[in-house]
């Protein structure tokens, strides 16, 4: 772990308490503004509008447009975070956790022989996040033959999507970033492990950190049932807290120190029971996890975490000025992986905890995610 | 297993010795073909040719288009082979086969806790079928923001495809059917468990049968390599035969019967080192199993058929009136799934020939088959 | 059955012309309906629901799915209509109209020099009809560059669509049909100049009519506004009467009889005012003409139709048994081309009933249609 | 630096007629370039390879990738180009010569009443710059119905592409831009009135300069056919010159003087007959015009060039270091249109070389260009 990497979760994690006081606690970046007369001429420089912002559903939601003093660095990103603990040249992130070790460790908990299915299907109706689109057709009805005399015919279907972002989807390494410098400069836009978009964005697929870096996921999977500790659904912007964590492993009978370092921790909050029964609710925000869960999850050295949601993380967060700082702070930041939109309403109803969370991404090349539902074994 | 069943299997399986006796052991359906001043009407009714078959590369193999005598059964079809071993109502064939007890069976075979990925990377340059396409496109660079104080961006990816029937492929039971009646009659095109095109293609999704319904196969899975037994890689149109396969388990000192129900047989002929080297040999045709191999995984009744070809089977086929005669056998009558392009280099140089094939299709609704590499255990 | 209907019928059996006794030439096919037996039979055979009738929001309105009696000849069409007027090998339809002679007689209406376009936007944003999409993404930001020393960059757009068949759209004659024989029959679905689906329909382009066939449009234009007839906006399922046109005709100043063979007739109901602003409203039916300005056209000889709706006709029609019928009767019994979701507003604006309509469709090969507005000159 | 770059900056500094002048009243920023231990700074920062140089086909040609001394203005950039002759806020570009006068006096040509097609058929098949696609797909077939008891059925076209830069096809102003700073800098890649990347260039379409913004062309089109003068084809690089303008003309006994501010000059270069006959040749660079007959063109004042190639403009260029420098000039500095991939089949047949050159684009929000043949009516 690097120097950077340590100091930059300390400075998280500081603020035990109240979570929404995280991102209060970091008002010295200021010192690192450029001279005033510097700023006067950016701000004039018409950086306008942010645009993705006046998308979807989820524009109704109070995420604050990049604006102010666009030279500053980001809130929460005063100091670099690369090279990664994998090291400089790392394109797997917490995936480097799946050892043959680790894998014989999880096999352990396969007991029953029952497997869960642990998303949804895909479908036009699902709930998407702002533009995106989900697109089936069968061209043809049958698109080929008869062919032979045996008078063959055939199917196929032809999807256009964004594949790795739509419906339960596995977010990888090339997803999110950080606009380190002015907010055209494609050339200080950071991700996982320094990054930038001008060195591996392209219209033709990211030229790094694609998800076909990803390994094969089979690891020890938590689930942490939110529900019976509030007694309801949690709400959209309400944060899952640690204390909020401890509560149900207690409930669950299990123990925080099971959860060891490469495993995977998943979050039922009850907004999963909107999806495709009240979608506009369910894009309009989500409860989840803030920013300080995602640092127990730095300290714990988990591989992913998982949830009922389209975020994992609560939307809008606490710190109405941070857009997705989990995610950043994750997956930018740590390399921890993601899986979005999942399901575990069997697990719940058989009261499985603990189980094999396997998972193998769609290995599309360039790709930000992966489509796909992971699998509960127990 | 209903009569009808029996009846089909018992044909096909009839003739033991050459597998290319098994199509042409088949005259005998003139029997109900219809008199002939019907057929005489039909000639005339300019039923035309067949237009899937000047697609692509593949065109240049010598599949007969559906053409004589339409109304006649095709060829291998005489008996109904509906409904199928697993009830009249089910859609998940083969799938059916994973139940706790075959998963802890299979689970027992985890031993090193080494994972191989069993595929390919999806891009624009694999090998593709016909007229399929692969194309993915980032849209922006970045796609969104910078979002708020810490001005967050993030890429999707957006992707057009016949996302089930390109690159690593798993073919479900919506792919494959059989037209029973006249070529245009989409009430007699027949699929698995006898469901027709008029009954459930739709331009929007195949209304039944469709890939969401397969279960997760985690199973034990054996891989047969050819390439030591010829001493090279296969040819196309060069068949695999049962003899080859005991051939190719002695050297791997497996019994053959080791492989029980339920089980997964996977097929390395070395066809798969032509992938993005030479794709137009690797499209032109292909070795695989034929009919006498075909018969021997319903015989042993297994799950899942795979190899490192785009067919499974040999293509053409040695009866070069038959187009995919195995695909229609085993798939369409038979529920018995198939993987295609799967890679075993992993495997085949730590020689393990033994493993836990483990694979979930993305649940794509009304999809006929689904992207993915499975993973092999070890 | 309304009375337009039945002139409809009667029309098509007493063909004044040589070109078309072609059709009345057919045995009446009445007489060669199943006995009641057969039928009874069918009804019972779990024909079952028409899937397109479930889709968007234009499954709201009353269209009755095909049902009933199967095997009977459907509604409307006892007779054959082909070949067509223009020949039976015609692909161009009623674009034949359009001559030296006709161009130049429209040409005499270039008075003002003044163009006006004639249709929308194309935008996601737009009322689409049942499941139809329209996607366009920038890939990359920029596409492609920096290139040379000069350091170019470039844009592109990639769009997803069923791109003759959104926002102002262009039906050509692969677009519309009629299922003569069993619902399931391909072989009996019959379109312009009687081609059918099995004949020239296919998963990668339709083989005959698509929409590269058209002749290049430039004819003269007439505006008919019912707005100021009706003292409002038409409603959904109001009918277009002859009546109605000679009213708004009265109002415009303008003769019947300048509406001449081979000329364009555009209808202005006031739907179009809902246009993004109701959506929802606007798919949920339109005004529009019925089978007896149908008739009018087809004696008129005219070369297209349009309107500022979806779909030119009234729906659903008074006549709830039928869906459609003006396409039917129009562009796959007479080839007449139609053009949807028009806007008239400049040449209303300015008083401008009549001008020259030019278009020319993007040739698509085997598209059932094109994107485009047209322009009105004058 | 070619003899044609050279005169292309004194024609932008010394305009003789209003319309250039706009640009000229720019300070010489050659006096900012940065000094040369910034740019030393610079050349060390790893700028990196240009990704979409490997693209396709086109990649063989000899484009230099933007490389050297990446903070330098770059070639033929000296000085900035907005706001444009139409006013800083235009967005119409030199369709903007398209008024009612002009219609008029356009409209004189038309005496035949014959219209030609000016372009290609879109399809698979044909001719695509780098990793550009083109997919059509019918969805189902039919994709909809039965509906009523007519039993209509209908068939769309779903169509995936870069729908504006593919076949036949328009580019305006939002395609072609110029990175004035460093390559990664979005705030500084420069469009049509200097709009930037980061001001425009949005994931869900151009937020300027899209292709809607274009008035419909109608106007006097001029054909001038190169394939007499050299008695052959042109070949891939090799440039039409102003001489050679006028040594066509004379053959057609044309006279230069005709050609008018407002006009469409459009070249034939014999490099059309390779399409679909030879498509790797014809991607492999082009004959065309070079800056030369640029700067005729702006001083002619032409509202747009066209040409059976698909770029107009000759590639690779005589100076090997400049990519695509006359659409750079034409379209991005001076705001004038560009038709590609032209066919002049039936004008040349009929030696027609003076007609109504008309198109209107299809309006796509924040598209790059348009589909769609232009056409030619005499």
Same mark, same amino acid.
């Given at each position: 772990?690097?120097?950077?990497? %340590?100091?930059?979760?300390?400075?998280?994690?500081?603020?035990?308490?109240?979570?929404?006081?995280?991102?209060?606690?970091?008002?010295?970046?200021?010192?690192?503004?450029?001279?005033?007369?510097?700023?006067?001429?950016?701000?004039?420089?018409?950086? &306008?509008?942010?645009?993705?912002?006046?998308?979807?559903?989820?524009?109704?939601?109070?995420?604050?447009?990049?604006?102010?003093?666009?030279?500053?660095?980001?809130?929460?990103?005063? %100091?670099?975070?690369?090279?990664?603990?994998?090291?400089?040249?790392?394109?797997?992130?917490?995936?480097?956790?799946?050892?043959?070790?680790?894998?014989?460790?999880?096999?352990?908990?396969?007991?029953?022989?029952?497997?869960?299915?642990?998303?949804?299907?895909?479908?036009?109706?699902?709930?998407?996040?702002?533009?995106?689109?989900?697109?089936?057709?069968?061209?043809? &009805?049958?698109?080929?033959?008869?062919? &032979?005399?045996?008078?063959?015919?055939?199917?196929?279907?032809?999807?256009?999507? %964004?594949?790795?972002?739509?419906?339960?989807?596995?977010?990888?390494?090339?997803?999110?970033?950080?606009?380190?410098?002015?907010?055209?400069?494609?050339? %200080?836009?950071?991700?996982?492990?320094?990054?930038?978009?001008?060195?591996?964005?392209?219209?033709?697929?990211?030229?790094?950190?694609?998800?076909?870096?990803?390994?094969?996921?089979?690891?020890?999977?938590?689930?942490?049932?939110?529900?019976?500790?509030?007694?309801?659904?949690?709400?959209?912007?309400?944060?899952?807290?640690?204390?909020?964590?401890?509560?149900?492993?207690?409930?669950?009978?299990?123990?925080?120190?099971?959860?060891?370092?490469?495993?995977?921790?998943?979050?039922?909050?009850?907004?999963?029971?909107?999806?495709?029964?009240?979608?506009?609710?369910?894009?309009?925000?989500?409860?989840?996890?803030?920013?300080?869960?995602?640092?127990?999850?730095?300290?714990?050295?988990?591989?992913?975490? &998982?949830?009922?949601?389209?975020?994992?993380?609560?939307?809008?967060?606490?710190?109405?000025?941070?857009?997705?700082?989990?995610?950043?702070?994750?997956?930018?930041?740590?390399?921890?992986?993601?899986?979005?939109?999942?399901?575990?309403?069997?697990?719940?109803?058989?009261?499985?905890?603990?189980?094999?969370?396997?998972?193998?991404?769609?290995?599309?090349?360039?790709?930000?995610?992966?489509?796909?539902?992971?699998?509960?074994?127990?």
């Amino acid at each position: 772990m690097t120097d950077g990497h %340590e100091r930059e979760a300390v400075t998280e994690s500081s603020p035990p308490t109240a979570s929404s006081q995280t991102a209060s606690s970091q008002p010295t970046s200021s010192s690192t503004a450029p001279p005033a007369d510097r700023r006067a001429f950016l701000k004039g420089a018409g950086l &306008g509008a942010v645009a993705g912002a006046s998308y979807g559903k989820f524009a109704l939601s109070p995420i604050t447009p990049a604006a102010a003093d666009p030279i500053a660095p980001p809130k929460m990103s005063s %100091e670099k975070w690369w090279p990664s603990k994998w090291g400089a040249d790392d394109q797997a992130g917490s995936s480097n956790h799946i050892t043959p070790a680790k894998v014989l460790e999880a096999a352990k908990w396969i007991k029953d022989g029952k497997i869960y299915k642990l998303g949804h299907d895909y479908e036009a109706s699902m709930p998407l996040f702002g533009k995106r689109v989900f697109t089936l057709r069968i061209p043809g &009805g049958p698109t080929g033959g008869p062919f &032979g005399e045996n008078r063959l015919v055939y199917h196929d279907e032809f999807v256009t999507t %964004e594949i790795g972002q739509v419906g339960t989807q596995f977010d990888f390494l090339g997803h999110i970033g950080i606009a380190m410098g002015t907010p055209g400069d494609r050339s %200080e836009m950071r991700f996982y492990n320094g990054h930038t978009v001008a060195d591996f964005s392209d219209a033709y697929g990211l030229k790094k950190l694609g998800v076909e870096h990803c390994k094969p996921l089979f690891t020890r999977g938590h689930l942490v049932d939110l529900v019976p500790v509030k007694g309801r659904m949690m709400e959209a912007g309400e944060e899952i807290t640690v204390a909020d964590i401890r509560a149900a492993l207690s409930k669950q009978n299990m123990k925080e120190d099971e959860i060891r370092p490469g495993d995977a921790i998943l979050f039922n909050t009850g907004w999963g029971t909107l999806w495709k029964k009240n979608n506009d609710k369910f894009n309009s925000g989500e409860p989840g996890i803030g920013l300080e869960v995602a640092n127990w999850v730095i300290e714990k050295d988990l591989c992913l975490t &998982g949830a009922d949601t389209w975020a994992v993380e609560c939307v809008p967060n606490p710190d109405k000025t941070l857009a997705f700082p989990v995610h950043m702070t994750l997956q930018t930041k740590h390399g921890i992986v993601n899986h979005e939109n999942l399901a575990f309403d069997g697990l719940i109803a058989d009261k499985k905890y603990q189980f094999v969370y396997s998972f193998t991404p769609v290995p599309i090349v360039g790709g930000t995610g992966s489509p796909g539902v992971p699998i509960g074994i127990t």
